[in-house]
């Protein structure tokens, strides 16, 4: 509509057929005459509905997942995994930042830095190579 160039008019009636549940509810419950152009039902939508909204994933989210003390790593990784494919365009070298920061095994953490480049995939093949060498140990361990 906004390529049209229409009128406030327009935009008031044309903003109910793009609701459904309970924002159409919302909208049906309205008093007559309460709103004057489009700026004051675009204000009053986004104040009713402003606290549903979700929060849009950054970056910044990545660096708060650290690796609890009694986390495995295959669960940090999966955690840390879930976290990153929700933020849109992730530069992987931020990625791979995070998961090193959020890593509490300096050992592992120590074997990830050394390498010169990697990436988060490189990180994470090794992650794996990793957890079954050392389950293998384990296992070998107990026999």
């Known amino acids: 509509m906004c390529v049209q160039d229409v009128d406030d008019a327009t935009f008031c009636r044309n903003f109910p ?3 459904k549940g309970v924002t159409q509810s919302w909208f049906n ?6 709103i004057s152009c489009f700026q004051d039902l675009a204000n009053k ?4 509905f402003i606290a549903s909204w979700k ?3 950054t970056s910044i989210h990545l660096l708060k997942i650290k690796q609890g003390q009694q986390e495995s790593l295959a669960e940090f ?3 840390f995994h879930q976290e990153a ?3 849109p365009e992730l530069e992987d070298g931020v990625a791979y930042t995070s998961f090193l920061n959020g890593l509490k095994s300096r050992r592992f953490k120590f074997s990830l ?6 990436t988060l995939a490189k990180a994470l093949r090794k992650v794996a190579d990793f957890i079954r060498a050392t389950k293998i140990c384990v296992d070998n361990s107990d026999a």
């Not at 419950?29 to 309460?34: D, F, H, Y």
């Not at 939508?45 to 009713?48: E, G, H, K, M």
């Not at 830095?113 to 990697?118: I, M, Y």
């Open 17 to 19: 057929v793009t609701l």
């Open 29 to 34: 419950g309205l008093a007559p005459r309460t």
């Open 45 to 48: 939508f986004v104040s009713q």
């Open 55 to 57: 929060e849009k994933r």
């Open 77 to 79: 990784v999966k955690r």
């Open 85 to 87: 494919v929700l933020i």
């Open 113 to 118: 830095a050394e390498q010169k480049k990697t």
